[in-house]
């Protein structure tokens, strides 16, 4: 760095830059003496200073703009939904010549391809929002009052005092097959015990989707729309059950086998616990402990996502390769990290079927998919790049997903995790195994803490937009959970799913169900009044906060501020920080 003040006169665009003036140390630098103090951000006095400025930072970023395509494909969805009224269907030829107009200037002009690439992403997004609207089927014309019910069962979940039935192609009095699935809700003294599969006939009561309880309030009516279901109701009679021909679908008979396994083998609220994780199922569960969950902290829990699926495959992984390098014969022809990485691949993704593929779950098998080629190809698994291009992938598939908590806090999340992690990893100190174990168990514990507190600080505002709650005592009880979870929760699950060919699941569910109690804010398993419940109640205050609602838009407000800083954080700051070199400096003082 042999640059000279006329050098840098050559360079107008350096006028904007962190400006190194009043007192510090100082350094000789080219023949001149710099001034090291805190940096002074300078704006350029003239717009044309302030272009080639943009310009190269930009160019010195270039690698870093691939994830705004997906903010901009988000946006457009977003434009969708925000319109009085549906567009014409003409718009989505629109976006294809754009997005082709954007590659081709992106070879030969790389930052004006991306500035275009952002208004094609923003089109193609609000394009397939249009068409994935267009191609859904229309409303039920349901009857006012009750009627016969018929149809295949596709799904049964097991509630406190009963069964729910998803019926598909049903009829109603005997018409036609209808274009979307019913979920019926079977009297609680009925002993009908369908299976997925069978053929059931029942009078019930069906009424469409409900509307918004007030303006802003969760949409069951668009949620309905794009899910494909046309009404719910309850049965008034007993079902009629008539196994069917077909079988069961493969994914349907199993969860309902696991669900009915781990209900046996371990029952109440342990059981229902045991059941949501296993298979995604979370209609078991007591609305008392579902409540105390979500007051506590530990909601997330209980909803399979990128946790779960992340303990599973890596579990699948660590098993895995550890039973190929014992075989010398395999070990020694075989790539075992290769060939472990893509087994434990494929065991996340029958899980992901298993659990009805939620939107958490797709962003974390997709992050574990670019993950996992990471590995193989020796790149960097966990990159902004990896959760733009999840993001992406959900957007163009499901973009009504976008609307819904799941998708934004999820992916709230995990930006804050990866902006954190970039930012705090070269100031973590060195690990590995020469370290001493207690600076590892150190950073181990620093690592939870920071995990609970970043994620914890991303998903809140979309809490309190969503659900109007606010837990104090998040952290504290992630603290406890997820390694409960890691260790001991989640292998035992995976081994009474292994054990249940031989009929020995009840080994592995009991120390399960163990492990669940002790994080669970439940009176399962502890005397009467000794619970984790009644101790709350006793000696700390409120365990969450019902703020005003008035606040839920401001709160939503600063989210999305906080994605945009964790963004800008990871993009642009690095670069002004520790990229960009001090240009603005005074002559050295006369002696």
Not at 88 to 101: R, T
Not at 146 to 173: E, H, K
Not at 443 to 469: E, K
Request: include cysteine; aromatic fraction near 8%; hydrophobic fraction near 50%.
């Amino acid at each position: 760095m042999q640059e000279s003040i006329a050098d840098c006169r050559k360079k107008p665009w350096l006028a904007l830059s962190f400006c190194l003036t009043n007192g510090g140390s100082h350094r000789t630098f080219g023949g001149m003496s710099l001034s090291l103090a805190r940096p002074v951000l300078r704006w350029p006095g003239r717009p044309a200073t302030a272009i080639a400025w943009l310009g190269n930072l930009l160019a010195g970023e270039q690698a870093r703009l691939a994830p705004w395509l997906a903010v901009a494909l988000g946006a457009g969805v977003l434009a969708y939904f925000a319109l009085p009224a549906e567009p014409s269907g003409e718009v989505v030829w629109l976006a294809p010549p754009l997005v082709l107009l954007a590659v081709w200037l992106g070879l030969r002009r790389p930052l004006a391809g991306w500035a275009l690439g952002l208004v094609a992403m923003a089109g193609l997004g609000f394009a397939a929002a249009t068409w994935h609207t267009a191609r859904q089927p229309p409303p039920l014309d349901l009857p006012r009052g009750a009627s016969i019910v018929s149809g295949r069962v596709t799904s049964v979940d097991l509630l406190p005092d009963g069964r729910r039935l998803t019926l598909s192609a049903p009829r109603l009095d005997g018409g036609a097959p209808q274009s979307r699935h019913i979920r019926l809700r079977l009297r609680a003294e009925d002993p009908a015990r369908p299976q997925p599969g069978d053929e059931v006939r029942v009078r019930a009561l069906v009424r469409p989707p409900a509307a918004p309880a007030h303006p802003g309030a969760w949409d069951f009516q668009r949620a309905a729309w794009f899910s494909g279901l046309g009404g719910s109701g309850f049965a008034i009679g007993r079902a009629e059950v008539v196994p069917g021909e077909a079988g069961a679908p493969a994914l349907a008979g199993l969860r309902a086998t696991i669900e009915a396994r781990v209900s046996a083998a371990l029952p109440g609220a342990a059981g229902a616990v045991a059941v949501a994780l296993l298979t995604g199922g979370q209609s078991a569960i007591p609305v008392a402990d579902l409540n105390a969950m979500r007051d506590s902290g530990l909601a997330h829990m209980l909803s399979v996502s990128g946790l779960h699926i992340a303990i599973v495959m890596g579990v699948a992984f660590g098993l895995l390769r550890l039973l190929l390098a014992l075989v010398p014969w395999l070990a020694l022809r075989l790539p075992v990290k290769a060939v472990a990485a893509m087994s434990a691949l494929a065991v996340g993704g029958v899980y992901m079927l298993l659990t009805g593929s939620q939107v958490p779950m797709q962003r974390s098998f997709a992050m574990a998919t670019l993950a996992t080629l990471a590995l193989l190809t020796g790149r960097r698994a966990i990159s902004l790049r990896a959760w733009a291009l999840a993001a992406a992938l959900i957007l163009l598939a499901q973009p009504a997903a976008v609307l819904g908590a799941s998708f934004q806090m999820s992916f709230a999340a995990v930006l804050a995790l990866i902006a954190g992690w970039e930012w705090l990893r070269p100031r973590l100190p060195a690990g590995g195994p020469r370290a001493r174990w207690q600076r590892r168990l150190a950073v181990a514990l620093f690592g939870l803490v920071a995990t609970s507190l970043l994620a914890g600080a991303a998903t809140t505002p979309f809490g309190l937009h969503h659900f109007g709650r606010l837990q104090l005592y998040g952290v504290v009880a992630n603290a406890v959970a997820v390694p409960l979870a890691s260790m001991l929760v989640m292998p035992a699950g995976m081994a009474a799913v292994a054990l249940m060919p031989l009929g020995l699941e009840g080994l592995a569910l009991v120390p399960m169900g163990w492990g669940w109690r002790r994080p669970c804010w439940s009176r399962t398993g502890w005397p009467p009044g000794r619970g984790p419940r009644c101790w709350r109640r006793q000696y700390l205050p409120g365990a969450w906060l019902s703020p005003h609602s008035g606040c839920s838009g401001s709160a939503f407000g600063a989210a999305g501020c906080g994605c945009w800083a964790c963004l800008c954080w990871c993009w642009a700051w690095p670069a002004a920080l520790g990229r960009i070199r001090p240009i603005s400096w005074s002559p050295p003082m006369p002696a």
